[in-house]
Every structure is written in C-alpha cells, then in structure tokens.
C-alpha cells in the first residue's frame, strides 16, 4: 500500500494522470528490480485488468519513458525491455544480459568524446545514449 503511495506521487509530480493501470505498471517494474519486456509486464497485469491489450502496455510504457519514470534497455537479442529508474540526473546502467539486474552508474565517459568533438569535429553534442552490457558478479561467477 505504501509502496502504491509512492507511485501514485511520482505520476502526479510528473503531471501525468494518476490511473490504476499505470499504478499497476509502475508497481509491477518497481519490484522487480530487473528488466523486464513489455510482454512479461502485459503477462503480469492480466491477472488484475482482464482485457488490457498489448497495445496499451506498450504505450503507457513509452509515455513512462519519455517522463523519465523508466529506462529502455536494449539487449543483443534484439527484444526491448525496460526498466524502473526515476533517479534524475546524468547517469548510465550497466545491464546484466544473464539475470537482468541493472545498476545506476554515475561516470560519464562520453565527457572526454565530447572534447574531441567540440576540439577536432567541432560539432556540439547535445545528447547521448549510453548502455553497458555484461554480466553482474553473481552472474560472472557461474561462468
Ligand atoms: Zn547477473
Ligand atoms: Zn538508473
Ligand atoms: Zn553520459
């Protein structure tokens, strides 16, 4: 209950409309503390809204995404997953392609491509996309 509390001020503080669904999609994504696609949390939110389409668990995903609420990631095998993160401020994640778990990291190594650019290509950066692939610790280990 708390928890759905929480959720429910993230929406509002993002201006965005407070409905059980999103709630529910923001809940699901905020436990799992992994990655997870859009079918998985589709497969998930079925059990309590019955006739929700696909469709519509992947444009409230989107939406969530463009508010900054979650993060996409992109896995080699293709398959678009996303992933809890309303932390603000510049950072990257490192996924882990075996278990899914994601850690926030907060060093931007595109700071020094930056300089090249701005020095040798003299163009100006204004954004960049940044994902680490590997596996975690636990992960590595069974390796
Ligand atoms: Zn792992
Ligand atoms: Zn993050
Ligand atoms: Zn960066």
């Not at 079918?39 to 809204?49: G, M, P």
């Not at 293709?78 to 850690?103: A, D, N, S």
Request: glycine letters at 6%.
């Amino acid at each position: 209950m708390e928890k759905n509390t929480a959720y429910h001020t993230l929406l509002k503080n993002l201006g965005l409309k407070v409905t059980p669904k999103r709630l529910a999609l923001l809940s699901v994504l905020g436990e799992e503390h992994r990655y997870l696609s859009p079918e998985e949390v589709w497969k998930k939110l079925r059990r309590s809204f019955k006739n929700l389409g696909l469709p519509t668990v992947y444009r409230n995903m989107e939406e969530l995404e463009r508010h900054g609420v979650i993060s996409k990631v992109l896995h080699s095998n293709r398959q678009l997953y996303y992933y809890f993160c309303p932390k603000t401020g510049h950072h990257h994640h490192f996924v882990c392609l075996e278990c899914r778990i994601v850690e926030d990291i907060s060093v931007c190594a595109v700071r020094e491509m930056e300089k090249e650019i701005k020095r040798r290509v003299k163009g100006t950066v204004t954004s960049h996309i940044l994902q680490v692939n590997g596996l975690c610790s636990g992960c590595a280990g069974k390796q």
